[in-house]
Structures are given as C-alpha cells and as structure tokens.
C-alpha cells in the first residue's frame, strides 16, 4: 500500500496535539470528490423528527430517501409506531416533469384517511426543491381540510450538511409545538422539557426516571418516544435541558426568544456529565434545596451501585488505547471522559460536524499526541488508526466494517444501536460493551501483525 | 411492532408508496461499478445520496464500502455541477489513486440537466485525468426505475465505454451475472470454468465485498473485473446475459457495436432455469457438460425427491426484484410449491404475465404486481395466510407479526450472514436456498407438533 497523502485543502483538518500549532478549519463544506463520511439535509431533519411516534412522516422525492430511513434507527416508542413505517410519494418521470404537488395532496389525504395521525410531517428531498413544488402551499391546504397540523419539512439534500437539517426540523417543531400551544401562559412549577434526546434504546425513559426521582417534572421530551400532544404545553416549562451538541440548540434559542425558557446545555453519557447534568438542573431551582438533595442522593446510589462492575472492567482495559470518530463533537467530549473512567487512552478524536470551539475543546481535552481530525475520510482514519495502535473504535455504521478489517474492537456510538447508553446504567453497559469487544478472543486470531506492512 | 398497522381492508392507493420492495437507481450502479477492479465509484449529488449509498451496502456485505461524491450545494444546484465533478475528479485522482472513476447521477444532477459526457470530457481536456486512467459515466435518474435499473445501466455503460474490437477473437466468453450477490458471481464463473470456458464476468463483485479478514484495510480490494477484460469483451465470442432487466442492455449493447452475439436468460436460480445456463453455455462455446456438474444437478434433483412431500402445496408469498422473482416462481412451482403472493417493487406489465403464465395451473388464486409494495404483500398475506415468506430482510416484520416461516432472500439482508459466501444460484444455490426453506418449515412442524406426532426421523 502506497502512504497515504491528505487532500492539500484538508490539511487544516488534521491536527496532532503536541506537534501542530494551528487552528483546525471545521464547518467546511465537504471536498468534492472525497469519500466523506457525512450525510445530508434530509438526513438530519429526518432522525430529529423521526422519533415522534404518532406523527405522520411522509418522504416527498423519489423513492431511495424512504427505503434507506426505513426504520434503521433504534428510537424506541413506549405506544404508538406509526413513525416505523415508511411513506413515499415515490416520484417517477412524469411527476418530475408536471410537479409532484396534486400526488403530494393525493397521498397525505390517503394516509391521513387511513392512519388518523395527530400530525404530520412532510419532508422536501433534493428533487422537490429543484422542480419547485409549493410544499407549504400542499401543507396548508390539506392542514385546513384534515384538521390537524401538516408541517413542511424544508430539507432538500443539497441545501447544506446534516447541521441545516436539524435547523429545518426545528423550525418545523417550532411551528408544531407555537400552533398547538395551549392558552394556559403560567409556568408549570419545577419543570423541564428534555431536548435532543431520542430515546435510542430507551434512553429517555432512564433519564425520565431520574428527573421522576428529584422531583421535577418532564414536561416534554424532543423528541424520544413523544407524542404529538406533549407539545401542547412544552412553552409552560421552566427550563429546557439540551443534548446532543448540534441537533436541536437552535429550537431551544427560538424558545428562550419567544417563550422565555432559558437553556442549558448537558450530556447525558458517563458518570461525570450525567451527574454534573442533572446538579446542573437541581441548582436551576434554588429556593427548592431539597431537590438538590434528592439530586445528591440520586447520583450516589446510582454510582454506587456501577462502580464495583467498573472497577472490574477498569483492571481489563487499562492502558488500552481508543478512536472515536462521532457526528457531533459534543459527544466526543463525555466519550473521552468516560474513557478516561475505565482507564484507556484516547488517541484520535475526529467528528463531522464539530465547530470551532468544539475543537479548542477538544484540544485542551486530549493528550499530547492525539490526532484530531474533522470531517476526515477512510484512508486517513485507517492511516491514524494503524499507526497509534488503538484497540478499540467508537463510530457509525461507515466505520465498523473498517475497523473489523483492521482487526479491532468496534463500538457503535451511534443512532442504529440497540442498549441504551444514557445515565449510570448506560455507563454500565457501554463498559460492558466496549470490554466484549475489546477483550474478545477473536483478535489473537487476526493477523494484528500485518499492521506494520501497511504503512510501509 | 411495526406492522401491526397492517390493516386487512384493501383500499385503492394512488399516490402512494408504504413499506417500499425496491430503492433507487443510484445504489445499484454504485454496487456494479464496485464490481470493476480498482474502480471508485463517484455519486454526482448530495452527500447523503452517497452516504445512504455505502451505508445501505454496508449494512448488507459488513464490508467497508468506498465510494466519493460531489457533494452538491445549493451554488451547484443553481449554476450546474460541473466544477464539483471537475474538481472531484481531480481531487480522487490525487487522493485515493483508482484506476477508474465510475460515476452516477442522481435524481439532483438529472433534473438540472448537468451533461456527462461533457463534464468528463473537459476533465480530459483539462488534464485532470492522468494518462491511462478512466472516467465513464451512467444516467441514472432515481425517478425512473428501481435498483435494478441502475445497475443495468451501469453495466450497460461499463460495456459501451471500455469494450474494442481488434478484430481478432479472444477465445472468450462475456458473461454478465445480473444483480446477484458476490458469492454467486464466484459460482456462475466456477461453473463457466468446469465446462471449459475462459469467462469475462462483469461486473463481478466476488472478492471485493466478501473479502477475507486480513488485518489490512485495502481501499482497492484485490477482486473485480479487470481493466483489461472489459476492453477484451468487443473481441469475445460471445455474451451470456442472465437476469433480462439486469443485464440485456448491456449484452445487446456490445452486440450493436461490435457484433458480439448475445443470449439473454433467466437468472439460473433452481433446477430449470440452471439446466437453461448450463445449455447455454454449452451451445455458445461448443463444449460439452462435464460429469461433474450433471453431478451436482442430480444432488440437487436427490434433494429435491427426497423432500418432495414437504413441498406439497406450500403457499409461498415473495417479494424481491424481477430478474429473481420469475426462476424462483418457476422452481417452487416445479417442486410442487403455490406461489400466492409476489411483489416486486420495480414496475413492468411483462413482470406480471410472466408470473401469471408460470402459476396458471396453480389451484388458487395468485396475486402478483409490479410496482408494489410490502404493505400491499402484507395485506395479501393477512386476506391469505401463506406457510413460508421469502423476501429481505424488511419481511421480519410479517414473519412475526403473523407468524410465518421466514427465508432471507434478496436486498437488503440485514440481520444474517452467509449470503455474501454462499450462494443462491446454479444447482448448489438451488440445494443452499432448499436447505434453507426445509429448515424454517420443518423447524415449524417441530415447533406446532403435538407430543405424540414428534417424529425424529423427518
């Protein structure tokens, strides 16, 4: 294999701690002709919006857009399912030539008639925005016949990056939760609304059940296992609690302008930031000490009753180095600081989306020597891989067949996994989960040594 | 469960598909174009049509799947993608150093009416495009179509853009396998080699997405038609195309332009539709079938003699894509089966008389549309309740919602391995895809039967 060389334009992407001075660029367009490990538009409004289960979500475009988000994520729903199913309008030729507006029409009276959704959402792909179809204009007409709300959803692929396209699913939430508002403006007493959280493996119900504990009172969760009517009264909350680095910040900015909800932004994953997350919302409340109190007594229960299985794991993978290569940086940071609990090093840090801060962050988090990377492709992820040894990687369903072939353990931090991996009992499983992979077996079978000949 | 919002009643949808049994054009031509030795496939689109892309095969072949894009803006959408697919090429070449760049439009790139060969040509013009290295292209609107379309028109592209004629014979046969699995690529060219032929297979995904564990990460596996052979298919003697909707463009192609005589045939999925290849390949290279493939025939004819009463009017419902569909139908009519239900999600009027010719003498009634979906195969099989479902993986949800005794057939396979290495066609796919309806219907006799009818010896 020949050395790898990095686009001349990508070198600002890839920094190594300790032998680099620059800034990293980040929040660039992705090369042309590279082998990106990004999605779209369409991609990022349709996993923010997907987990509201009694909502009608209708793919407008050909039919690719709808067979490959056909149910591939893991948001669990506690009641109805309705946003498993796939729907498509399944353009052809013709409609491409006459506009798909009257088929758009046509298909949401005939799902509306079936389903009886309690809303729904339309989503714009690539094609739409190009023969010019009025979305909004289909939307309201068919909103005003049906009765319930009908939401474009303006995330036509090539608009930008997957970062447009929780911006184009929050402003269709925005619109959602302002219509069904109810009149009531009092707030609701100790309240939070739960955002970016998608109940991936039934996450939100672990963290319902700690808000649940202290005392405050969930109003809404956007958008793990919500129901369309939840919404209703998400303006009365007290605060909005935020997850997940880029997806929704921007409703929670909208919400603060137009309802007064100040914001905080948390995460929910490893010991530290799932405890600093819920002091955090405690002291949002001070004239009530003894929610901080129950807040206290949470966190160590909780952690008293991981800790000795961590232990255990610890003394297996210590000094065993990780690769993380993760959408949002945000989530990057709890993953390094959950590492760093059960003892391996992290060696390459890279994320798709991360901004400019996200990487001064990151900087100041790792090691001497880590390699960061942003938007970064195959070859340089093998390349970095390989030559800092690591044991394990952290990443998406891009990312696993690559380091199975490199002969490493592999560990899905993304949206397709099945445990949850939220809170203390998240905590548990990820170490579980990162010690079966790493300590299995199978990787004194793999020829680990043929490492040296790659990078010749 | 998913599709417990499966309702019996059928009503008449217009303008609506639910539960897709197909996905767009531009992931068939990416995995046919992976089927070219040192090719990186280029989507001409959004990033997310090439993400979506490599994830769906990902998922499929648990295989790193490479693939660039032009990662189109809203500027490209407006102003056309030339300098993106210009820069692209340029940026590849340097990069990741292929051999060839395999690219597909998307339904973006169609509709803003972006002109390939123009685009590739003023690459060439401009130096982009280092001596001896490729860049061809195939249309392929996702709005037209289905999978399957995408990847005949790559292929049909691969043949139009490499093939020369110089005049003088190869001694070889084309052989186009279809849109078949790796492993069956393998198979289709062992049997080709058993009976003496020297075979250009293309595409031939076989050592590209079922590679072996190596502790090496290759961008470029060692697999895939090479470079040279798909220039050699103008000079073969002959060209054996299987699976029509696949591979009769492409075959037909090379017949018009270098007169390279060409047959189309079914898939060879089962016992007929493999004696078909089998006598094709004979007559076409003048050889004669060796004792050790009338062997493997009669194994599987033993197979199938040997079970025969646990065939005997078994209703099958089916979804996947034509090319399959139709051997398939055949071979489980001809071992005593009653395909009631079959949906393939990519349209076609000759799809349907086909299907209707080979269940005609069949005792009930047969359902069978192009252009469905999987709602639609669910609401039959709930109005009809069938003993055994094969389709992709997306059946799961029947398989349990109603109980049925579930075999993987088809794209995408997303929960199992073993289609990628073992194959379903020629006789010993037709004895694995045997073995493996036997397994789920005798596992369920098992399961049903009461204490006293238990049999140990089935």
């Known amino acids: ?456 | 469960m998913l599709l417990r919002h499966t309702h019996t009643e059928i009503l008449p949808r217009e303008a609506l598909t639910v539960n897709p049994a197909k996905t767009c054009q531009p992931v068939g031509a990416m995995y046919a174009s992976l089927g070219i030795h040192n090719c990186l496939p280029h989507s001409h689109g959004s990033q997310g049509c090439c993400a979506y892309h490599r994830s769906a095969l990902t998922r499929h072949y648990r295989e790193p799947v490479m693939a660039a894009t032009s990662s189109f803006t809203e500027g490209s959408s407006v102003f056309g993608g030339q300098a993106n697919l210009i820069q692209a090429i340029d940026n590849i070449f340097t990069t990741y150093d292929p051999d060839i760049i395999a690219v597909h439009t998307t339904c973006l790139s169609e509709t803003i009416g972006d002109d390939l060969y123009q685009i590739t040509n003023k690459a060439v013009k401009e130096g982009k495009v280092p001596p001896g290295k490729h860049v061809f292209h195939a249309n392929t609107p996702s709005y037209v179509g289905s999978h399957v379309t995408g990847f005949a028109n790559m292929t049909k592209a691969m043949a139009l853009y490499f093939s020369k004629s110089t005049g003088v014979h190869n001694g070889r046969f084309n052989i186009i396998p279809g849109y078949v699995e790796p492993s069956d690529m393998s198979e289709i060219k062992r049997l080709a080699r058993e009976m003496g032929i020297r075979p250009i297979l293309f595409p031939d995904t076989s050592d590209v997405l079922n590679g072996p564990q190596t502790g090496k990460y290759k961008m470029f596996p060692q697999g895939g038609t090479p470079l040279e052979d798909l220039v050699s298919t103008g000079d073969s003697m002959g060209t054996i195309a299987l699976g029509p909707l696949a591979s009769a463009d492409a075959a037909r192609a090379l017949d018009g332009k270098w007169h390279v005589p060409c047959r189309v045939e079914d898939l060879p999925i089962g016992l007929s539709a493999t004696d078909r290849f089998i006598d094709a390949l004979r007559k076409a290279a003048g050889v004669s079938v060796p004792d050790s493939i009338t062997r493997e025939r009669g194994q599987l004819l033993d197979i199938i003699t040997d079970m025969h009463q646990y065939f005997y009017q078994k209703k099958v419902a089916l979804a996947g894509d034509p090319d399959h569909l139709i051997p398939l139908v055949e071979f489980l009519v001809q071992i005593d089966m009653m395909p009631i239900h079959i949906v393939t999600g990519t349209s076609g009027k000759a799809f349907e008389k086909q299907i209707q010719a080979l269940t005609a003498h069949l005792p009930c009634k047969v359902n069978v549309k192009a252009g469905g979906d999987m709602f639609m195969l669910h609401q039959w099989i709930k109005n009809d309740p069938v003993d055994l479902l094969m389709a992709n993986t997306y059946g799961k949800y029947m398989a349990k919602d109603d109980d049925i005794p579930f075999v993987r057939f088809g794209f995408p396979i997303l929960d199992r391995v073993g289609h990628s290495y073992f194959p379903t066609t020629c006789y010993r796919g037709g004895m694995r895809l045997l073995e493996k309806i036997l397994d789920v219907l005798l596992d369920r006799m098992d399961r049903d039967a009461p204490e006293e009818r238990f049999e140990l010896v089935m």
């Open chain 1, 1 to 456: 294999m020949k050395p790898i060389s990095i686009l001349e334009d990508r070198k600002n992407q890839v920094f190594t701690k300790g032998d680099d001075e620059f800034d990293i660029s980040c929040g660039k367009k992705s090369l042309a002709g590279s082998v990106s490990q990004r999605a779209c538009v369409f991609c990022g409004s349709r996993v923010v919006l997907y987990p509201i289960t009694d909502a009608l979500h209708l793919v407008h475009g050909p039919i690719g857009c709808a067979s490959y988000t056909w149910d591939i994520r893991g948001a669990l729903s506690s009641g109805p399912e309705l946003h498993r199913m796939s729907f498509s309008t399944d353009l052809s030729g013709t409609d491409i030539i006459y506009g798909g507006e009257k088929k758009l029409e046509k298909a949401l009276f005939e799902l509306i008639d079936i389903y009886r959704p309690k809303a729904a959402f339309v989503y714009c792909t690539c094609i739409v925005g190009i023969i010019g179809d009025d979305v909004a204009a289909v939307c309201k007409k068919v909103e005003a016949k049906a009765g319930i709300p009908v939401l474009p959803v303006h995330s036509e692929g090539f608009k930008g990056t997957k970062k447009d396209g929780y911006k184009a699913a929050c402003d269709a939430l925005f619109s959602l939760i302002d219509r069904s508002r109810e009149e009531i403006p009092e707030k609701i007493p100790l309240s939070i609304n739960i955002l970016g959280e998608f109940n991936i493996g039934g996450e939100t119900w672990i963290i319902r059940e700690y808000y649940k504990r202290m005392g405050i009172e969930v109003v809404s969760v956007m958008t793990g296992d919500s129901r369309v009517e939840d919404f209703s009264s998400s303006h009365r909350a007290c605060l909005n609690v935020v997850q997940c680095s880029g997806s929704l910040t921007c409703l929670a900015q909208k919400m603060e302008k137009e309802y007064g909800i100040p914001f905080i932004r948390v995460s929910y994953f490893g010991i530290e930031d799932t405890s600093k997350a819920l002091y955090d919302v405690a002291s949002f409340f001070p004239d009530r000490p003894d929610i901080m109190e129950k807040t206290a007594l949470l966190v160590r229960e909780e952690v008293a009753a991981i800790l000795p299985e961590l232990y255990e794991i610890k003394a297996d993978l210590k000094g065993k180095r990780a690769a993380i290569y993760v959408g949002g940086a945000f989530k990057a940071f709890s993953l390094i600081k959950a590492l760093k609990h059960l003892g391996m090093e992290v060696v390459l840090v890279g994320s798709q989306t991360g901004n400019k801060e996200d990487y001064a962050l990151l900087k100041d988090m790792c090691n001497p020597g880590t390699v960061i990377l942003d938007d970064a492709n195959p070859l340089e992820l093998a390349k970095y891989v390989l030559e800092k040894d690591a044991h394990l990687f952290i990443g998406g369903v891009k990312e696993k067949p690559i380091a199975y072939k490199l002969g490493l353990g592999f560990c899905d931090h993304n949206h397709e996994r099945k445990i949850p991996l939220a809170g203390f009992e998240g905590m548990k499983n990820f170490a579980r989960e990162i010690h079966e992979t790493v300590s299995s077996p199978v990787w004194d079978l793999v020829p680990r040594k043929c490492f040296v000949d790659v990078l010749k």
